[in-house]
């Protein structure tokens, strides 16, 4: 058995099929003593609806797909090399397009007799959003057998015409980092006081010359108070993460527990059949058991006849061998 042929065939099917296909699958290969076989196809795993909703996009939309992967390549070469004028012109794309493409995946969902509520729609563009920022997540994607949105939220941050890519410090060294990144600002602030300093200076000359002590005190204060900020914000940034992270985990394992649901039912379904059949054979064995009852007893009464004719035939030879022999 070729499995990914197999595989090719039931990834195209919907999901409420592909359960069923697969199983009566690992079948044939069991009765053909194909172990290998059995074992892989019985490893592939039902997709969401959101992620077969994807993959009938990969697949119908083959040219659209293609430009959506080189798109992702772009991305992650941008992110990977911080080169900023390539991701402001790949990012500008990104939103726009995913949201086109989601609703694409869902008329097509549509036109295969499967609706799409909002919260799956939100899952197709989550996993797009894989698609682009993970490679193997695009790879999958390309081949049509993704079976769940990514496990966790993956995307590109948007970036400003006026950023510059920098590595974040983290948070134990935020001050540090925070007075780095102030430099320039503060040699910028510096100058600017000068210049006047000089002007006013030339205008006024009796007034004393302003003291630098307290601008460098609060210039110290303004970058302990642009630490702490920092630090926030990066605490405030895990936090998300940490909850993005449990609705994700919640909604896998909804999505599990739903599965599980489903092939229960069609396990419980497939039984009780089996039950109603077990039974009527049962119902016929047992009819045709009282007709073969009644069969013995009729051929048992005619043994018995048929005995009883016999010995009185034997008798009559008997009664009329005795005269013969006086």
Do not use: C
Request: aromatic fraction near 2%; hydrophobic fraction near 45%.
């Amino acid at each position: 058995m070729d499995v990914e042929e197999v595989a090719e065939e039931l990834y195209g099917l919907r999901p409420a099929e592909f359960v069923a296909a697969r199983d009566t699958y690992v079948a044939r290969a069991r009765a053909a003593k194909d172990a290998r076989a059995a074992k892989a196809v019985a490893g592939l795993r039902r997709p969401s609806l959101a992620a077969w909703a994807a993959n009938r996009l990969a697949r119908q939309r083959q040219q659209e797909a293609q430009q959506f992967l080189a798109l992702g390549e772009t991305l992650r070469e941008a992110h990977r090399t911080l080169d900023a004028e390539q991701l402001r012109a790949a990012s500008g794309q990104r939103q726009q397009l995913i949201a086109a493409l989601a609703r694409t995946a869902a008329a097509l969902a549509g036109e295969a007799g499967l609706a799409v509520s909002d919260t799956v729609l939100h899952e197709i563009e989550q996993t797009l959003h894989g698609v682009l920022a993970d490679r193997d997540v695009a790879e999958q994607w390309s081949r049509g057998r993704l079976v769940k949105a990514p496990e966790a939220v993956v995307g590109f941050p948007a970036v400003a015409p006026e950023a510059v890519p920098a590595r974040r410090a983290p948070a134990a060294g935020a001050a540090e980092a925070a007075a780095t990144t102030a430099t320039a600002e503060t040699a910028a602030t510096t100058a600017t006081a000068e210049t006047a300093e000089g002007e006013e200076a030339a205008g006024a000359a009796e007034r004393p010359a302003p003291k630098k002590k307290p601008a460098r005190g609060e210039e110290a204060r303004r970058l302990r108070e642009l630490a702490r900020a920092r630090t926030a914000v990066e605490e405030a940034d895990g936090e998300v993460g940490r909850r993005e992270r449990e609705l994700v985990e919640a909604r896998d394992a909804r999505q599990t527990a739903a599965e599980a649901a489903e092939e229960a039912a069609e396990l419980v379904g497939r039984l009780e059949r089996e039950l109603h059949d077990g039974r009527k054979a049962r119902q016929e064995a047992r009819a045709a058991a009282t007709t073969a009852g009644k069969a013995v007893t009729t051929a048992e009464h005619a043994l018995r006849e048929a005995r009883r004719a016999a010995a009185q035939a034997a008798g009559a030879v008997q009664d009329l061998e005795r005269p013969s022999r006086g």
